[in-house]
Nanobody, 117 residues
């Protein structure tokens, strides 16, 4: 079983920055993906940024966040990060940490990010 605990959400002004963190615990022997998804009211949950792990590791970004958001990880700390820069009101959503382990997706509780003046 995998448990994910997120932090770092909050209220920020347009153009500002925020850094989200996700600490993972549990048995993780076969991770094939880890990343961040978001869901705004009335919208489908969408991929924001994700590591995809196979023979090689690839990073996928939503087109809307390319150049502004950066995903990173610290394996020693079992922590995943999302650095969010030049935030826009359209980025307002609940952000979820995700980890795919043994073919199953595990999710954090979500953290609210609100971009507003």
């Amino acid at each position: 079983q995998v448990q994910l605990v997120e932090s770092g959400g909050g209220l920020v002004q347009p153009g500002g920055s925020l850094r989200l963190s996700c600490v993972a615990s549990g048995i993780m022997y076969s991770t094939t993906a880890m990343g961040w998804h978001r869901q705004a009211p009335g919208k489908q949950r969408e991929l924001v940024a994700e590591y995809r792990i196979g023979g090689a590791t690839h990073i996928i970004y939503a087109e809307s966040v390319k150049g502004r958001f950066t995903i990173s990880r610290d394996n020693a700390k079992n922590t995943l990060y999302l650095q969010m820069n030049i935030l826009k009101p359209e980025d307002t959503a609940v952000y979820y940490c995700m980890r795919r382990e043994r073919g199953l997706d595990y999710w954090g509780q979500g953290t609210q990010v609100t971009v507003s003046s």
